[in-house]
């Protein structure tokens, strides 16, 4: 007999306690039902079921074959749904949220070679500079871009580093000078980023070791291409993630400062929310980022 079949079976007589509501249920004559327990209890030796004319029950032995039953076959049949999930077609719709400053430039180009490999798959992209709160609103993924993440219950998957530098155009820097060490900053007018965890600070690793100067200007805001553009009109200096500023720097709109005194380094994180089985949809776009996104990365070109 086949051994998970009668495993099956004596699961099935357990949870309805009656041989004849489990043959009924399994499509299986009651003689069928009792061959395959009495060639289980053969097999191990024991008896598992104590049954008389008017009604049946588990012996010890029997209580804890079930328990370890239930679980083995809960558990195949949890490998069985993953390997689908695996083979399945990514379908139905994808929410996505991103930085505007990552998501137009790089996501937007990408998308519809990622589209055109899933046609049952439709995408929802939205941008937005501030942590979301992927369970509350639904999202499926999460890009972010940060020097880590606060701990949470989201699954967190790492795919390459973001350097941050100092910029400025060539305008301001005619204007106000070049600063040639940190210190120099509390004198320039900076762009204050308010969505960073220390907006009135900026850190760096340099020669010197650690430093942390305090900053300050007259233009804030709370997104990467707003600040990027405030920069190119010589509004002050940014502070900004390489992939934001690469295209700028390549057409000389703005100039790179203190490339001695790195700022602290960023990732490129994907989050989606946690789950026992990723469903294809997203581990498909996930896949499909990592493959784009794997270092080295277009903008290491500029760094």
Not at 153 to 163: C, G, H, I, S
Not at 188 to 201: A, K, M, N, R
Not at 230 to 259: C, D, K, M, Q, T
Request: a positive charge; glycine letters at 6%; hydrophobic letters at 40%.
């Amino acid at each position: 007999m086949d051994r998970l079949e009668t495993l099956r079976v004596f699961r099935k007589v357990a949870d309805r306690q009656s041989f004849s509501a489990a043959a009924r249920e399994l499509g299986l004559s009651n003689a069928g039902v009792s061959k395959h327990i009495a060639r289980l209890e053969a097999d191990l030796g024991a008896r598992l079921i104590d049954r008389t004319t008017r009604r049946m029950s588990l012996t010890e032995a029997g209580r804890a074959y079930f328990d370890r039953c239930v679980r083995i076959l809960d558990d195949l049949a949890e490998a069985d749904q993953a390997v689908g999930r695996l083979t399945a077609a990514p379908r139905g719709l994808l929410r996505v949220t991103a930085p505007a400053s990552f998501g137009v430039p790089y996501l937007s180009r990408l998308l519809p070679e990622f589209m055109a490999r899933h046609p049952e798959l439709s995408v929802d992209l939205s941008f937005n500079d501030r942590f979301v709160d992927l369970v509350e609103e639904g999202i499926d993924l999460a890009v972010r871009i940060r020097t880590d993440l606060p701990d949470s219950q989201l699954v967190v998957r790492r795919l390459a580093p973001v350097e941050r530098i100092l910029c400025a155009s060539p305008s301001y820097l005619a204007r106000r000078g070049e600063p040639r060490h940190p210190r120099e900053l509390g004198a320039h007018d900076c762009i204050v980023y308010t969505l960073s965890t220390t907006p009135g600070e900026w850190r760096f690793q340099g020669p010197d070791g650690q430093t942390a100067v305090p900053i300050n200007g007259r233009f804030r805001c709370n997104n990467g291409q707003a600040m990027l553009a405030a920069a190119e009109a010589g509004i002050g200096i940014a502070n900004s993630p390489i992939f934001s500023v690469a295209a700028a720097l390549r057409a000389g709109r703005v100039r790179r400062l203190l490339p001695d005194w790195q700022p602290p380094p960023h990732a490129l994180y994907l989050v989606y929310p946690p789950g026992r089985h990723l469903s294809p949809k997203v581990r498909a776009f996930a896949d499909f980022l990592a493959e784009r996104f794997t270092p080295p990365v277009e903008w290491d070109a500029v760094s």
